[in-house]
C-alpha cells in the first residue's frame, strides 16, 4: 500500500512540480518530505522533544494549525484574500512566534458564484476564521503562529487521488476555478476536521472549559461537512435527473479524495477508526426510496469516524510514509509537538 | 460496552457535580435539585451513568420514530415493504425499565423529490442504528422502555406555539417541504443535547462513542438547514419557518435554565434559524452570510444545553414551571413524559 501511494504521489509531485514552475522549493519540500521518507529540516527551529503526555494546549495548537489551514481556504475561495496579520503571529511563549509563508497557487474568489453560494462561501470562511481567533483567544501567549501552508497543494493532492483531466471535466484540478470544484475542495478538509476533533476530544484533561469547546467545535466541523456532502449529493441528483440526464463527475471525484483518505489513514492501529474504514462513499440515490450517504459514519452504529494526531498529519502532508516532518499542505510541517508523524 | 456506557456515565455524573459547583451557592439555592452546601449538593445530583445513557436513548426512540414514519410509513418495531427495502434496523423493543407506550400520529410522506425522500431514507436508517447501539449497550434490564411519543398532534402544538402560518394545520407528514421543517425541529437539538452531556464523560473511549454521535446529529443537522436553505434561498416559505421554530426553541430552552445565570451553558438566544448575518472576513467589510450552521455567532462554538433545557424543549414548556423543574416533565413529544429509572429527569 506505501508503495502504491509512494507511486501515487510521485505522479503528483511531478504534476505539481510541472504546474508550480517557478515554486520549486515548495516542490521540493514535498519531495523531501513525502517520497523518500527522509527527515527534512525544516527552516523553523523544531521545539523540544515530544512529552510523554501532551497538554491540552498542545491538542489546542494542533486543532489550530488545522483551522489555519481550512480558513485560509474558505477566506480566499469566499474573498480572494486571507487571514488578517492580526490572526497569525504566534504567542510570546508558544515557540513559534514567527508566521510562515503563504502559497497562495492558484487561489483566488471563486469565480460566478450565484449570491447564494457567495454567503454559504462567506459564512463557512467567517466560521473557520472564528475558530482560529477563539482558539487563539484561548491559548494566549501559547498560541502557535500559522505555519507556512501550501494552497497550491490540491493539484498534487488530486491527482494522486487520481482526479484526472478528464474526470472533472476541462483543465486540472482547481477547487477556487467553479463551485464544483470548491465543494471537491471542501471536502478535503471537512471529514477530516470532524475526525481530527472527534480523536483529540477525548485526550483533553480539562472538560469544564476545553472539552466542551472541542465538542462545539467538532459540532460545527460536522455541520460544515453535512453541507458539503449534501450539496455534492443534491447536484449530483439534479444533473442525473435533468433532461437529458447529465454525469456529474465531482461526486466520484469527492469518493477519489476519500479513498486517498482512506489509503493515508495510516498508523495508531489500536485506534478506533483503523479497525474498520474512516469513510463513506458519497453516493447517487436514484428513488426516492433508496438511501443517500450525507453522514460519514460507521455502518453498524452510524457513529462518526475519529483519527489520532498522526492519521490527520498523514493526511495533510499527502503522505504515508512514518517520520515525516512536513508536506502537502504545510511545506513546513504544523507548528505542533505532533509535526512529525511517529506512527 | 456496558461497562465503557458505565464509565461514560459516571463521568457525566462527575461533571455535572462540577457544573453545579461552579454556579456558586446563590445560584445553587434556585435550582430546584440544588443545596447550597457543597456536600448535600453533590448528594441531590442523583444521575447515573444509566441515567444519561437512557435520557438520549429516549431522544432518539422519538427521532427514529419521526424518520422512518416519515421514509416507510412505520414505527421501529414494525418492518414493512419499504424498511426492509432501505435496510433500515428492525428495533427490538427490549427497554423494560419504566412505562412502555405507544406511538401515535405520523404516515409515509409522499415524497416528490429524490433529493430529500433518500435523505429522509437515509436518516432513518442512522436514528435507528443509534437506538439499537444504546438499547445493546444499556442491557434490556436497565434501558428505558419506548415512551408514549405523539408525532402526530405534537407538531401542530408547536407550530402553532412557534407561529407559523396554519400552524394549526401543521403536518410536517405532507410534502417534502413539510417534512424538512418537521426534521428541522429535531436535529439542532440532538446536537446540544449530546453537547451537554459529552463533557460529561471521563471515559475516552465513552466519550469517544458520544463525540462519534455528537457528530452524527450535526451532520444530520447541516443537511437539514442546507437542503432547506437550497429549497428557500429567499426565506420566504419554508425557511422563515426555522426562524420561528429557533426563537422557540431558544426561548423554552432559557426558561430550562430556570432563572440561574448562565455558567458553563449558553445566554439567550442559544438557537438560530435561517435568516443571514453580516460577517467581517479577513481585512474586508460586512459581508452577508447563510446560517448553515446553528452555533454562537460570536465564537462559533455550537451551543450545549442541560437536561432540563432540552426536556422543556421537547415537552413544549413542560419541565419547567416558574424557577422549578417539574419531574416529569410532560408535554408534545412525550404525553407521559420520558422513561426514566428512579431518580427521573429533570
Do not use: W
Amino acid at each position: 500500500m506505501e508503495k502504491k501511494l509512494t507511486t501515487l504521489i510521485d505522479k503528483a509531485l511531478s504534476r505539481r512540480s510541472f504546474l508550480a514552475g517557478s515554486s520549486t522549493l515548495a516542490a521540493a519540500t514535498v519531495i523531501a518530505g513525502c517520497s523518500s521518507g527522509t527527515d527534512y529540516v525544516p527552516p523553523t527551529p523544531t521545539p523540544t522533544p515530544t512529552p510523554t503526555t501532551p497538554t491540552d494546549a498542545d491538542y489546542l495548537n494542533y486543532a489550530l494549525n488545522l483551522e489555519y489551514l481550512e480558513a485560509q481556504f474558505y477566506l480566499y475561495a469566499a474573498t480572494g484574500s486571507g487571514l488578517a496579520a492580526a490572526d497569525i503571529a504566534g504567542g510570546a511563549s508558544s515557540g513559534y512566534t514567527t508566521p510562515g509563508t503563504l502559497t497562495a497557487g492558484s487561489a483566488a474568489q471563486v469565480p460566478n458564484l450565484t449570491p447564494a453560494q457567495q454567503q454559504i462561501l462567506n459564512e463557512i470562511a467567517y466560521e473557520e476564521q472564528s475558530h482560529v481567533r477563539f482558539l487563539r483567544s484561548a491559548l494566549g501567549a501559547s498560541a502557535v503562529a500559522m505555519p507556512s501552508i501550501d494552497l497550491s497543494f490540491f493539484g498534487p493532492l488530486a491527482v494522486a487521488a487520481g482526479i484526472t483531466t478528464a474526470a472533472t471535466g476541462t483543465g486540472s484540478f482547481n477547487p477556487f476555478s467553479s463551485f464544483d470544484y470548491f465543494l471537491v475542495g471542501a471536502f478535503i478538509f471537512e471529514d477530516v476536521g470532524v475526525t481530527a476533533y472527534s480523536g483529540a476530544a477525548g485526550l483533553l484533561t480539562d472538560k469544564t472549559v476545553n472539552l466542551p469547546a472541542a465538542a462545539g467545535i467538532l459540532a460545527v466541523e460536522a455541520y460544515h461537512a453535512g453541507y458539503i456532502r449534501t450539496s455534492l449529493t443534491g447536484r449530483a441528483i439534479a444533473a442525473a435527473g435533468a433532461s437529458p440526464a447529465t454525469a456529474y463527475p465531482y461526486l466520484a471525484a469527492a469518493n477519489q479524495v476519500a479513498a486517498l483518505r482512506a489509503t493515508l489513514t495510516v498508523g495508531d492501529s489500536a485506534a478506533p477508526s483503523t479497525t474498520g474504514s474512516v469513510e463513506t462513499d458519497l453516493i447517487l440515490p436514484t428513488s426516492v426510496r433508496t438511501a443517500s450517504a450525507i453522514v460519514a459514519a460507521d455502518p453498524t452504529h452510524a457513529v462518526g469516524f475519529a483519527r489520532t494526531v498522526n492519521q490527520v498529519h498523514h493526511i495533510v502532508y499527502g503522505s504515508a510514509t512514518v517520520g515525516v516532518k512536513s508536506g502537502g499542505f504545510f511545506p513546513s510541517g504544523t507548528n505542533s509537538i505532533f509535526a512529525t508523524t511517529t506512527a | 460496552m456496558a461497562n465503557q456506557e458505565t464509565q461514560l456515565l459516571d463521568e457525566i455524573i462527575v461533571t455535572n457535580r462540577r457544573k453545579m459547583l461552579t454556579l456558586g451557592a446563590s445560584s445553587l439555592a434556585a435550582l430546584v435539585l440544588g443545596a447550597s452546601s457543597t456536600k448535600a449538593e453533590a448528594a441531590t445530583v442523583a444521575y447515573t451513568d444509566t441515567d444519561i445513557l437512557n435520557f438520549a436513548l429516549n431522544l432518539e426512540y422519538l427521532e427514529a420514530n419521526y424518520y422512518y414514519l416519515a421514509a416507510f410509513g412505520t414505527t421501529i418495531d414494525v418492518a414493512n415493504a419499504a424498511s426492509t427495502a432501505a435496510n433500515a434496523p428492525l428495533i427490538s423493543l427490549t427497554g423494560t425499565v419504566g412505562t412502555a407506550g405507544t406511538v401515535s400520529g405520523g404516515s409515509a410522506v409522499p415524497f416528490s423529490t429524490i433529493t430529500v425522500g433518500s435523505y429522509a431514507v437515509e436518516t432513518a436508517v442512522e436514528e435507528g442504528k443509534h437506538v439499537q447501539l444504546l438499547l445493546s449497550a444499556l442491557g434490556p434490564t436497565v434501558a428505558v422502555a419506548q415512551p408514549a411519543i405523539n408525532l402526530g398532534t405534537s407538531f401542530q402544538t408547536l407550530a402553532t406555539a412557534a407561529q407559523i402560518p396554519g400552524g394549526a394545520a401543521f403536518s410536517p407528514y405532507a410534502s417534502d417541504e413539510t417534512f424538512l421543517v418537521g426534521a428541522y425541529v429535531f436535529e439542532d437539538v440532538g446536537v446540544t443535547a449530546y453537547h451537554g452531556a459529552a463533557p460529561l464523560l471521563t471515559s475516552a473511549a465513552n466519550l469517544g462513542t458520544a463525540a462519534g454521535i455528537l457528530a452524527v446529529e450535526a451532520y444530520h443537522a447541516g443537511l437539514i438547514r442546507t437542503t432547506i436553505n437550497y429549497l428557500d434561498p429567499t426565506a420566504t416559505g419554508i425557511a422563515s419557518y426555522t426562524n420561528l421554530i429557533s426563537t422557540l426553541r431558544a426561548t423554552l430552552s432559557q426558561a430550562g435554565l430556570l432563572g440561574v445565570a448562565p455558567g458553563t451553558f449558553d445566554p439567550a438566544p442559544d438557537d438560530y434559524g435561517l435568516a443571514t448575518f453580516n460577517v467581517s472576513l479577513g481585512a474586508s467589510a460586512n459581508v452577508t452570510a447563510t446560517r448553515l450552521t446553528d452555533a454562537n455567532p460570536a465564537n462559533v462554538v455550537a451551543f450545549s444545553r442541560n437536561t432540563t433545557q432540552v426536556l422543556n424543549i421537547v415537552t413544549g414548556g413542560g419541565a419547567v414551571s416558574g424557577t422549578t423543574a417539574v419531574s416529569p416533565a410532560t408535554g408534545v413529544f412525550f404525553p407521559n413524559g420520558m422513561n426514566a429509572g428512579p431518580n427521573g429527569f429533570r
